[in-house]
């Protein structure tokens, strides 16, 4: 159970909403306990609505609602961290975020989960997903050949091919690593870990 200090804030607490997979902040709202309560019980962000003294879940009118994967809490307990996964733009703007448009930083992320989604939904027309139905050994054999174009390409000076070559490797290991049941965050969890030793 959480142990949130509502008193502090007279009654009111500040909850900050990150997109699970990118950490993006999408927005800031306040919470009572009867909007937290409503939100663990529900698995939707509901908020506390200042301006209008109610309740309000995030997405009732307009249906992108923001489901929740975890909550926390800080150290002083007198604020939440809300990781959600967002169904829509965010923003009453329409942008994907109350703090502007999604960033390009831990894009990673929402590509392996797009991948995975092509592989699941098992889509005919994806690339992605014809590749993942040759195999484990052409799998492997697209990420050798991704790694060898990009060898080439560090030995010249064309900086956009480079890049081009490093996305495709990039795209090509996720490809891989879902053939092998394994996810990106277990292998930057491996480097944390190598790093913290």
């Known amino acids: 159970m959480l142990n949130i200090d509502f008193k502090k804030g007279g009654g009111l607490v500040p909850a900050i909403i990150q997109d699970h997979t990118t950490l993006q902040v999408l927005m ?24 209008r003294n109610e309740l309000w879940t995030k997405g009732h009118t307009s249906g992108n609602y923001l489901h929740v994967r975890e909550i926390l809490t800080d150290c002083d307990s007198d604020a ?10 965010v923003c ?5 975020s109350c703090f502007g448009e ?4 831990s894009f990673l992320y929402r590509l392996e989960e797009i991948v995975s989604q092509r592989i699941d939904e098992d889509s005919p027309d994806s690339y992605t997903n014809k590749i993942f139905k040759k195999g484990i050994n052409k799998i492997a054999q697209k990420v ?3 790694a060898v174009e990009l060898i080439i390409e560090a030995k010249d000076d064309d900086p956009l ?20 049941n394994l996810s990106l965050y277990e292998i930057e969890k491996l480097l944390f870990d190598r790093h913290k030793r």
Do not use: C, W
């Open 28 to 51: 800031v709202g306040y919470m009572n306990e009867q909007a937290l309560d409503k939100t663990m019980k529900d698995g939707r962000v509901t908020f506390f609505s200042r301006s």
């Open 80 to 89: 939440i961290l809300i990781l959600a996964q967002p169904e829509g733009p």
């Open 92 to 96: 009453h703007s329409g942008s994907f």
């Open 102 to 105: 999604e960033s390009a930083r």
């Open 144 to 146: 050798g050949e991704e």
């Open 161 to 180: 091919l480079f890049m081009n070559e490093a996305a495709d490797l990039l795209y090509h290991l996720l490809i891989l690593l879902k053939a092998k």
